[in-house]
């Protein structure tokens, strides 16, 4: 079993940063396949992938958030998403995910609001 635990929300004018942060309680890049990541959810709308990173430092972007949102990892159990130019079609519940051991596991989320 694997827990994430996010943090650094909050609300945001239209055009600044916030980072998140994502804590998971073991371990998580040990093998290739390994891969944390960060998904948002909207009110009304599908969860949605927003970027993830491999045991590796692969990358990957969602096109609405490229040369925004830059993904980053610390170590084997810490994943940051610093978010820039932020807008308000920004505003979602933004959820960490980690694929570890063939497990899929998500964080409580954390709320992010862009105002205009």
């Known amino acids: 079993q694997v827990q994430l635990v996010e943090s650094g929300g909050g609300l945001v004018q239209a055009g600044g940063s916030l980072r998140l942060s994502c804590a998971a309680s073991?371990?998580?890049?040990?093998?290739?396949?390994?891969?944390m990541g960060w998904y948002r959810q909207a009110p009304g709308k599908q969860r949605e992938l927003v970027a993830t990173i491999t045991s590796g430092g692969n990358t990957n972007y969602a096109d609405s958030v490229k040369g925004r949102f830059s993904i980053s990892k610390d170590g084997a159990r810490m994943v940051y998403l610093q978010m820039s130019s932020l807008k308000p079609e920004d505003t979602a519940v933004y959820y960490c995910?980690?694929?570890?051991?063939?497990?899929?596991?998500w964080g409580q989320g954390t709320q992010v609001t862009v105002s205009s």
């Open positions: 995910n980690a694929l570890y051991m063939g497990g899929n596991y």
């Open positions: 073991r371990t998580i890049f040990s093998f290739s396949i390994d891969v």
